[in-house]
């Protein structure tokens, strides 16, 4: 089957690999038929998370078609159209009876803070992932999710990471009437977030980006005010001001470790040196723009070590921080409520399509924000 | 299944709500954008919220930590965190540790997940599989083609003057090291 691998940073190539084989009782193998490229893979691809092997397939974001499933699997089988939420998770374990499935201890042994995710890397537990014509699915009786006949396969990958997560992250950030909203990141997770935000009830919500290309996509798909930092001489005291000086109720970073706006962090948390687990500028931002006793909720990845954040300031505001990887499992029936009740029509997020074999060029022009792109779609030729 | 490739998004939604100022007492009151925005304010009430509470079975003890699930065959070495009690039942079976690079990955995993050391040593490993992997595909006589692999041709494509431009710088600075380089060794 056709796959893509990883060679190194900036470097993806499509080849020939074994289709995949059940290796667990509980093991399905699903033929993909959507597959698409999340932000998050760019730090993969970026080479910044510890243990991305030579050879790994990536993609966390897939539906397709149940090809086999293992003698354990009861509640699906062969031709289900399913969704596979990112997370691979047991579903019987401490903190996945607690519903918290982005926490599974038993679907990752390489580390205890990450839980196990589809192709992203052996620090999320080494499974390969569906940016390729097959995949194995582990755990499949809890994991995947029949497609209802209503929703379509674009809205239907949307569903499997970058909608629930935004959909997570403004509910993290405990909206109530009438608050005002900031969100850092105007790539699909903030504009998902900036969507459901006014689900919760918002009065107000802005985004804040350094692209004009993707604010505008911003102001149309999630109807929200937008701010170009770059176009600011201090982003903190503007969005203060924004605010008449009471700071904003809610914010949610949704950059994670490759923000950009200070020299020191990027050069410290990216290149040349790794001191800390990426570049915590939006995190920074986002303590000093939410108001005393508001919430920040953390969606963007980081690093596995230490940042430099101000921790001082939150504790002086008595700032609420949330944070978590998204619990798909516990978020996407309400999400996919919404879709049938018209509310939100993720695909709409999609900017781009390549046919598997040209990955390479979809990896690099989202890289470099290329062609106004916002969200790529892989469409295998199994599909 | 349709396909379309190279489609783009379309101009498909209604223009954004102003703001501008924080908003009074008064106006938090009466915000309602429901007209305006599809399913504003449906999920308002805390029932509808899926991560509330956000513990839902507060009461869980330790033993389900490691549930009795039948573990899978272990076709080479599974790097196991020391900061689980056993090795999980399930894992991934992507990329076998080979060469230099899985001997660093041992000792890598040798340290708990609050140590640094744990963490360079595996982005060393990384970088050196990198490696292993040019000495790998010209060891089986594959020249790898990087500049297809980073997939340059969409800069040509889509950022043609840029990406000319640091090109030329590119080349300025290597004819510049060689002109360096060449004068010093003639002296």
């Known amino acids: ?383 | 299944m349709d396909q379309v490739l190279g489609s783009s998004t379309r101009d498909f939604l209604d223009p954004p709500v102003p703001g501008g100022h924080g908003l009074t007492t008064s106006e938090r009151a009466a915000v309602d954008h429901s007209a305006r925005i599809a399913g504003w304010g449906s999920d308002l009430e805390p029932s509808r919220r899926p991560g509330v509470p956000y513990d839902k079975a507060p009461e869980l003890g330790v033993e389900v930590l490691y549930p009795p699930i039948p573990a899978q065959d272990a076709p080479f070495t599974i790097h196991k965190s020391t900061e689980h009690g056993k090795l999980p039942p399930v894992f991934g079976t992507s990329c076998p540790p080979r060469g230099l690079s899985g001997k660093l990955r041992d000792i890598g995993y040798r340290f708990s997940e609050g140590r640094m050391a744990r963490w360079l040593t595996l982005l060393v490993a990384d970088r050196v599989d990198m490696i292993e992997g040019i000495i790998s595909d010209l060891g089986h006589l594959h020249v790898p083609n990087i500049p297809r692999e980073m997939g340059l041709a969409t800069e040509l494509r889509y950022n043609r003057d840029e990406f000319v431009r640091k090109s030329a710088i590119a080349a300025g600075i290597v004819v510049g090291i060689a002109v360096i380089w060449s004068l010093s060794r003639r002296t």
């Open chain 1, 1 to 383: 089957m056709l796959a893509m691998t990883y060679r190194g940073p900036y470097r993806v190539r499509v080849v020939d690999k074994p289709v995949p084989e059940i290796e667990h009782p509980r093991d399905a193998i699903v033929r993909v038929t959507r597959a698409c490229i999340c932000g998050s893979d760019l730090h993969l691809y970026h080479g910044l998370v510890p243990d991305t092997r030579v050879g790994h397939t990536f993609g966390h974001e897939f539906v397709g078609v149940v090809e086999e499933v293992g003698p354990a699997v009861r509640n699906l089988k062969a031709g289900d159209r399913v969704l596979v939420p990112f997370n691979i998770f047991c579903g019987e374990c401490y903190f996945c009876r607690k519903t918290l499935f982005s926490n599974c201890h038993n679907a990752n042994p390489n580390a205890t803070a990450a839980g196990g995710i589809y192709g992203y890397s052996h620090t999320t537990g080494g499974y390969d992932g569906g940016q390729a014509e097959y995949v194995r699915v582990p755990y499949a009786d809890t994991g995947p999710y029949v497609i209802p006949a209503d929703i379509d396969d674009d809205n239907a990958a949307l569903c499997t990471d970058a909608y629930p997560t935004g959909y997570q992250a403004a509910e993290m950030a405990q909206i109530k009437k009438g608050d005002s909203v900031l969100i850092f990141g105007a790539g699909p997770i903030g504009l998902f977030a900036a969507r459901s935000a006014w689900f919760f009830g918002a009065g107000r919500v802005m985004i804040v980006d350094e692209y004009d290309y993707r604010l505008e996509f911003a102001r149309r798909f999630a109807q929200c005010e937008t701010c170009n930092f770059r176009e600011l001489k201090d982003p903190v005291w503007h969005f203060k001001k924004e605010t008449d000086w009471l700071g904003w109720d809610s914010v949610i970073d949704a950059v994670g470790c490759e923000a950009r706006g200070s020299a020191l962090q990027r050069a410290t948390g990216i290149r040349p040196f790794k001191l800390q687990g990426g570049s915590a500028v939006a995190l920074s931002w986002a303590i000093d723009a939410v108001r005393k006793g508001g919430v920040v909720s953390i969606i963007g990845v980081y690093g596995p070590v230490f940042n430099m954040v101000k921790i001082g300031d939150a504790m002086n505001k008595g700032i609420t921080m949330r944070m978590n990887q998204a619990s798909i499992g516990r978020y996407l029936p309400r999400c996919i409520e919404h879709i049938q009740q018209g509310h939100i029509n993720p695909k709409d997020v999609i900017t781009h399509r390549f046919p598997l074999e040209e990955i390479h060029e979809a990896y690099h022009m989202m890289s470099s924000k290329l062609d106004g792109m916002v969200k790529p779609m892989v469409i295998p030729r199994a599909a």
